[in-house]
């Protein structure tokens, strides 16, 4: 049996934060319509209190989902809850997002406040919002460096107070894996009351471990993973919802599963990506440009033999239509061949030697041969450099 993982989208509120790159509300309201279909549990549409267009895009997008749980971020001020749950009014279901630093460092440096006091402005923040909406869920800023004893203290009193979800954010993506995997652990053991929540994931990737961290928490208990779309956000983004759901995917021998519709990933990325206008790295794992190209002559020779001899994703799967065979100076003749027989040529094996040299000679000069350039290459044209 496998446990169903919560896939909670933070794309439009902390994948947002990516520098120049925000969207206006019937932009987001595009975009959560898309997450909808993709399958997502819980959009996080916005932080109403930080502007009145977030605002608004919080009303718009809780008027027009039907599906899916609506998200208000705020911190534990009276003001910003209220702010967020007068946003939530129209949802069918709401849920306000609330918390606060709970680090030495944050405690210390950014509130100059005792974790007595974290405590009882947490506590008292959940409690508060429960007068909007039943489904509360409470955040430990930077809890990755969060003493694990303080923590468990603080999230206890919080869920008695009321939270339904615990949010476990690795806000500066500080945490290994298995540190992040022994906090989660440490809190489903000790924190008395906490069959009454939900623990979540909520990593960034500073030093490149953001989905290894989340994978790592619900293996150790967590039912909650917050993501983004190709894990877009501030600084080097947060946990990509597109890796986290093809790792429970592709992996059986993981016991765990999620709503999302798979074949809507690669067009909800490519959404994303134009809406937002982003550029996604081409070797993104599963959405990059590159994530299904094969470029060396061994690769390719594999994968014209059988996919899975360098696929573990099947492409359609995704709903990228095709791997596709990119021809460079490393391609070997069985490329060749195979894209030369697409476009209609059928070469034995003498004159498809001599197409190869002639085709290594264009490859060196031009580093990717299209279609274009094989066709006037075998009509005896020379490519212009
Ligand atoms: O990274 C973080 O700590 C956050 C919280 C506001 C949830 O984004
Ligand atoms: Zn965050």
Redesign the pocket.
């Known amino acids: 049996m496998s446990k169903k993982i919560d896939i909670f989208d933070?794309t439009l509120r902390?994948g947002e934060q990516v520098p120049g790159n925000q969207l206006n509300t019937e932009e987001k309201v595009i975009l959560a319509k898309a997450l909808e279909n993709l399958g997502v549990d819980i959009i996080e549409a916005g932080f109403p209190v930080s502007s009145p267009g977030d605002f608004n895009s919080v009303v718009e997008i809780s008027k027009i989902v039907k599906d899916v749980t609506v998200c208000a971020?705020s911190r534990a001020i009276k003001k910003d809850i209220d702010v967020a749950g007068d946003a939530l009014k129209y949802c069918k279901r709401g849920r306000i997002?609330t918390?606060i630093g709970t680090s030495h460092l944050h405690l210390t440096t950014k509130l100059k406040i005792s974790q007595e006091e974290a405590i009882r402005r947490g506590s008292e923040a959940v409690a508060y919002a429960k007068r909007y909406v039943e489904d509360v869920e409470f955040?430990a800023?930077?809890a990755g460096r969060t003493d694990n004893v303080f923590l468990a203290q603080i999230i206890e009193a919080v869920i008695a107070a009321g939270a339904t979800v615990v949010?476990i954010?690795d806000?500066t993506g500080y945490c290994l894996p298995e540190e992040y995997g022994a906090k989660i652990k440490f809190l489903m053991e000790n924190v008395k009351n906490i069959h009454k929540a939900t623990i979540s994931t909520?990593c960034?990737n500073d030093l490149g471990l953001a989905t290894a961290n989340s994978i790592m928490g619900v293996q150790m208990g967590a039912g909650q993973i917050e993501c983004t779309i190709a894990g877009i956000g501030e600084r080097a983004g947060n946990t990509a919802l597109e890796e986290i759901v093809m790792i429970m995917e592709s992996r059986k021998d993981l016991p765990f599963s999620t709503n999302i519709d798979t074949t809507k990933l690669f067009p909800t990325s490519e959404l994303t990506k134009e809406l937002m206008g982003l550029t996604i790295q081409p070797n993104k794992a599963i959405v990059g440009a590159n994530a299904f190209a094969h470029s060396s002559g061994i690769h390719q020779d594999g994968v014209l033999k059988n996919r899975e001899n360098y696929e573990i994703i099947d492409p359609l799967s995704v709903g990228v239509s095709e791997s596709s065979i990119i021809l460079t100076a490393r391609s070997g003749r069985a490329a060749l061949k195979f894209r030369l027989s697409k476009m209609g040529y059928e070469l034995e094996t003498a004159s498809l030697d001599k197409s190869y040299l002639e085709f290594l000679t264009l490859a060196d000069e031009l580093k990717v041969v299209n279609d274009n350039d094989l066709e006037m290459m075998m009509k005896g044209v020379k490519a212009a450099s």
Do not use: K, V
Request: zero cysteines; proline letters at 8%.
């Open positions: 933070t902390d971020l997002h918390g955040y800023e930077d949010n954010p806000t909520h960034h």
